[in-house]
């Protein structure tokens, strides 16, 4: 649900930040790029930690982001809190399948 919530908030999500719907697509490039971070960062962190430790804190991350994202009124913090929820759902992926 989380990955899929951009799609019909966009709109508003524009509107927050004062900005074009063109001009906030970069968001997508936010998300997929901790996405892959956290991909790689979770092979890497699942192996030194506790695998039920690292799943919490991805899902608390998860939950930060998605709760934060609606009160952004700043294109960069915007992007950032994307980035985070994408690097904690690639952590969450990763661990996942694991």
């Known amino acids: 649900m989380s990955i899929s919530v951009i799609g019909p908030t966009f709109k508003d999500l524009a509107e927050n930040v004062n900005k074009n719907i063109a001009?906030?697509?970069y968001?997508?490039?936010g998300r997929s790029a901790g996405?892959?971070?956290?991909?790689?960062?979770?092979?890497?962190l699942?192996?030194?930690?506790n695998?039920?430790?690292?799943?919490?804190?991805?899902?608390?991350?998860?939950?930060?982001?998605?709760?934060?994202?609606?009160f952004c009124n700043?294109?960069?913090?915007l992007?950032?809190?994307m980035s985070?929820?994408?690097m904690s759902m690639g952590v969450l992926d990763t661990e996942t399948c694991h």
């Not at 892959?36 to 979770?42: C, Q, R, T, V, W």
């Not at 804190?57 to 998860?62: A, G, I, K, Y």
Request: aromatic share 14%.
């Open 23 to 25: 001009n906030i697509s």
């Open 27 to 29: 968001i997508f490039i």
């Open 35 to 44: 996405y892959i971070g956290g991909s790689l960062l979770g092979g890497t």
């Open 46 to 49: 699942f192996d030194c930690m």
């Open 51 to 70: 695998p039920l430790l690292l799943l919490a804190f991805s899902m608390l991350v998860t939950a930060f982001g998605m709760f934060a994202i609606p």
């Open 74 to 77: 700043q294109a960069l913090l």
């Open 79 to 81: 992007t950032l809190f």
């Open 84 to 86: 985070s929820i994408g």
